[in-house]
Nanobody, 128 residues
Framework: QLQFVESGGGLVQPGGSLRLSCAAS???????????IGWFRQAPGKEREGVSC????????YYADSVKGRFTISRDNAKNTVYLQMNSLRPEDTAVYYC??????????????????WGQGTQVTVSS
């Protein structure tokens, strides 16, 4: 069974950094590099928001305006893992962060409805 598991969340002070990981398992005929991977977040009382994504086709990346210049997405296909490096964290970055996946040779999307597979989420809290 295909699974995506997030890790790396926690409590950090404003201005600090965290690195989230999205590890996948359970592949059969396809491979991790065939999947577009997105990172999303959801704060209490708010809609799920696209943060960043990385495409399967050519590794193109996209970022929400709110995180540009602070967050960096990358992938290590040998480890079946995508990372989200988060620097200069702000209290408004506090949320549950989810990774999502969609199989196919396309450019990724920051629209959560586009994705087929989801992890369970990891909590990120930015507070002094």
């Amino acid at each position: 069974q295909l699974q995506f598991v997030e890790s790396g969340g926690g409590l950090v002070q404003p201005g600090g950094s965290l690195r989230l990981s999205c590890a996948a398992s359970g592949f059969t005929l396809d491979h991790y590099d065939h999947y577009n991977i997105g990172w999303f977040r959801q704060a209490p009382g708010k809609e799920r928001e696209g943060v960043s994504c990385i495409s399967s086709s050519d590794g193109t990346t996209y970022y929400a305006d709110s995180v540009k210049g602070r967050f960096t997405i990358s992938r290590d296909n040998a480890k079946n893992t995508v990372y989200l490096q988060m620097n200069s964290l702000r209290p408004e970055d506090t949320a549950v962060y989810y990774c999502a996946a969609k199989l196919g040779p396309w450019s990724c999307s920051l629209l959560y409805k586009w994705y087929d597979y989801w992890g369970q989420g990891t909590q990120v809290t930015v507070s002094s």
